[in-house]
């Protein structure tokens, strides 16, 4: 089993920056791929970035790209997501997801079998 943790969330003004981290357990992660997807009131899930544990290959959805990096560091067994310029359209519970060794970078909801608790962003205008 897989167990992860967010952390990190809360509210910020527009135009300000959060660090999202997402502690992972249970496995070894030298081959999985790990992703933060985020749901408002009302909308879908939605893919906001992933990353191969093995070579930190990278995919970012079209909504985040420039304002938002994500990052993982081995030894702690942490993935991280930077958020800077955020948006009022930013607010959300972000979630952190977990999946198998993968030949791709997945960008879709159902591709991932572990999933943490999920942590509030808002962003206030």
């Known amino acids: 089993q897989v167990q992860l943790v967010e952390s990190g969330g809360g509210l910020v003004q527009a135009g300000g920056s959060l660090r999202l981290s997402c502690a992972a357990s249970?496995?070894?992660?030298?081959?999985?791929?790990m992703g933060w997807f985020r749901q408002a009131p009302g909308k879908e899930r939605e893919f906001v970035a992933a990353?191969?544990?093995?070579?930190?290959?990278?995919r970012y959805g079209d909504s985040v790209k420039g304002r938002l990096s994500i990052s993982r560091d081995n030894a702690k067994n942490t993935m991280y997501l930077q958020m800077n310029s955020l948006k009022p359209e930013d607010t959300a519970v972000y979630y952190c997801?977990?999946?198998?060794?993968?030949?791709?970078?997945?960008?879709?909801?159902?591709?991932?079998?572990?999933w943490g608790q999920g942590t509030q962003v808002t962003v206030s205008s």
């Open positions: 997801a977990a999946t198998r060794p993968r030949v791709n970078v997945p960008g879709t909801a159902d591709e991932y079998a572990y």
């Open positions: 249970g496995r070894t992660f030298s081959s999985y791929v």
């Open positions: 990353i191969r544990w093995s070579d930190g290959r990278t």
